[in-house]
């Protein structure tokens, strides 16, 4: 079996249906490509969106991936013109296809949240930025949205992202360079102290933001999964509130019915009753009259 063919086919389906699915995969399979097959990670509500945009708007996609490649182009050459003609059509097309995940998850019974939207953002943001995002996003396999900060691409989880390697763009020659070959040669200066000094500090100290950073986007994933939990309980409990409300209407429905047919069955032993003791009376009284004639 094909591992990849695999992964394409389960990165189509819901969160909800991943799971099963993937275990049934891997149970059937054994082996090898079993374990391999039960070592897929299941897609965050935000990944699936995104995977659910590379299957069902793939022009889109390809369209955001070009824009992106043009959005770099025009940084690296530091074209400023270009930069303000792209920038509208980069905020039009990735509130496009936001509109058009959020619709297509609607239409299959799982409306997103606003957190959910707003990290599926992000990812087409990161997919603008970054090559290697992008390249990632197309692939309709990913596992956690995407986010672009300023080392570079994390998931929602705060870890670096898993993306290919990419051969790196060379930044053309600036006149900065021919600057500096004409500006006077000054003698190289030993390390200033204070500077080294200041320079530590701000490095423990930045180290001990991104723990905390860590530690928080942790809790805010934790918060987001149990939040999901819920919405997909909700979203059961409301469906099963509709069956038992069709069930109870059905129910109030027959008991009308028999009630009425109730009623009709009493009326009718009614008139039979009324019947038979008339009959009996005219009985009786032919009984009387056969008697008094035998005497």
Known sequence: MDLDAVAVELYGLTPDEFTAARNHLAKTVGGSTGTAIKALRRPTLAAWLANLLVRTDPDGINTLTELGEQLRTAHLSADGARLRALTPK???????????ARAEAQQLGRPPTQTVMD???????????????????????????L???????????????????????????????????TAPKRRPAGPDPALQRRKAELEARAKEVD??????????VAAESLLDAHQHQVQDLHAATERLTEELDHARQQLKTTQRETARLERALDRATRAAELAK??????????ADLAT
Do not use: C, M, N, W
């Not at 992000?122 to 309709?140: H, W």
């Not at 723990?211 to 809790?219: D, F, S």
């Open 119 to 145: 990290r599926l953002t992000e990812t087409l943001d990161a997919a603008l930025i970054d090559p290697g995002a992008a390249q990632l996003l197309r692939s309709g396999q990913l596992t956690s949205a």
């Open 281 to 290: 009376r005219r009985r009786d009284s032919h009984q009387q009259r056969l």
């Open 90 to 100: 980069r905020h039009q097309l990735v509130k496009s296809l936001v509109a058009t």
């Open 147 to 181: 986010r672009h900060v300023g080392f570079g691409v994390v998931d929602e989880t705060g870890s670096p992202a898993k993306l290919a390697p990419l051969k790196p763009r060379a930044v053309r020659s600036t006149p900065a360079k021919k600057a500096a070959k």
């Open 211 to 220: 723990a905390e950073y860590r530690e928080a986007e942790k809790q805010r």
